[in-house]
């Protein structure tokens, strides 16, 4: 069975820096493109960023652009978004998403409020 | 970007009522959208993909359809546990796009 895990997600200041994690498993993670994407508490879903299955391509929705950060570890079966310079507009439910949307992960909460 | 505009953003229906849902592409997309289901507090869960590939375990009663810029989503007939938010998604473009959202509430 495929899954995805989050988890690094919390309660954090604006202008702060967070990571989060996503641990796959039940396939073989390092064959698939991951992407991250996000949804605010009761809005709909946006996605924020891209890698392919060995990180030669990446991209960000322009939203987060120069300050979150994609990167993968294929040994660990690991996907990661480094968030910096977090503003309360970036609080939402973060999902890691498998490939084209067949599998997604239980999401995890970054609330961004002083 | 691609842009999908999906509607109506809420529909009110009897259990056993056929209903359906638009979504369209500012651009072609082929047939590369997906229909999800979300449930309150719950990830979404991909139903269709392809446009009108029932993914598995998915039951019959929902449908995908369409091509290039319009495409449909159909319940043929509501049953009280479809209670919730459906999305369509294009991934013509690794820079996914997601329509509104269409909350489905039981009458």
């Known amino acids: 069975e495929v899954q995805l895990v989050e988890s690094g997600g919390g309660l954090v200041q604006p202008g702060r820096s967070l990571r989060l994690s996503c641990t796959g498993s039940g396939f073989s993670f390092d064959n698939y493109a991951m992407h991250w994407v996000r949804q605010a508490p009761g809005k709909g879903l946006e996605w924020v960023s891209y890698?392919?299955?060995?990180?030669?391509?990446?991209d960000y929705a322009d939203s987060v652009k120069g300050r979150f950060t994609i990167s993968r570890d294929n040994a660990k079966n690991s996907l990661y978004l480094q968030m910096n310079s977090l503003r309360p507009e970036d609080t939402a439910f973060y999902y890691c998403?498998?490939?084209?949307?067949?599998?997604w992960g239980q999401g995890t909460l970054v609330t961004v409020s002083s | 970007d691609f842009q999908m505009t999906q509607s109506p953003s809420s529909l009110s229906a009897s259990v056993g009522d056929r209903v359906t849902i638009t979504c369209q592409a500012s651009?072609?997309?082929?047939?590369?959208l997906n229909w999800y289901q979300q449930k309150l507090g719950k990830a979404p869960k991909l139903l269709i993909s392809d446009a009108s590939y029932l993914e598995t375990g998915v039951p019959p009663r929902f449908s995908g359809g369409g091509s290039g810029t319009d495409f449909t989503f159909t319940i043929s007939s509501v049953q009280a546990e479809d209670i919730a938010t459906y999305y369509c998604?294009?991934?013509?473009?690794?820079?996914?796009?997601f329509g509104q959202g269409t909350k489905l509430e039981i009458k």
């Open positions: 998403v498998k490939d084209t949307g067949g599998a």
């Open positions: 651009q072609d997309i082929s047939i590369y």
């Open positions: 998604q294009q991934y013509a473009d690794l820079r996914y796009t």
């Open positions: 890698i392919s299955w060995n990180s030669g391509s990446i």
